[in-house]
């Protein structure tokens, strides 16, 4: 069964930083694609960064790109999203997922496995 557990979120000030982890478990992920996503109160569910599992290769929202960095671990079978420059537009509940194969997707159907979220709330 697989599990996907987020941890690091909480509040911050604008500008500053944060860490999200996601320890994953249940199987064998080299052959899985692991994204980030966001939801903030009455909005979509939207896509932010998703990273290859075996290759590494990488991709990211256009609004993210330069300040957010998604990286793995592959000894501790976790997977993070370093956020820096965080601005208030950016509070949210953020999700890591799971998706079967070597290839990523920016949707939320397309993914399979899902952690319960974890809130990241960024003041003015």
């Known amino acids: 069964q697989v599990q996907l557990v987020e941890s690091g979120g909480g509040l911050v000030q604008a500008g500053a930083s944060l860490r999200l982890s996601c320890a994953a478990s249940?199987?064998?992920?080299?052959?899985?694609?692991m994204g980030w996503f966001r939801q903030a109160p009455g909005k979509e569910r939207e896509f932010v960064a998703r990273?290859?599992?075996?290759?590494?290769?990488?991709d990211y929202a256009d609004s993210v790109k330069g300040r957010f960095t998604i990286f793995r671990d592959n000894t501790r079978n976790t997977v993070s999203l370093q956020m820096n420059s965080l601005n208030p537009e950016e509070t949210a509940v953020y999700y890591c997922?799971?998706?079967?194969?070597?290839?990523?997707?920016?949707?939320?159907?397309?993914?399979?496995?899902w952690g319960q979220g974890t809130q990241v709330t960024v003041s003015s």
């Open positions: 990273i290859s599992w075996s290759v590494g290769s990488t």
């Open positions: 249940g199987r064998t992920f080299n052959r899985y694609v």
């Open positions: 997922a799971a998706r079967p194969g070597m290839f990523g997707s920016p949707w939320p159907s397309d993914y399979d496995y």
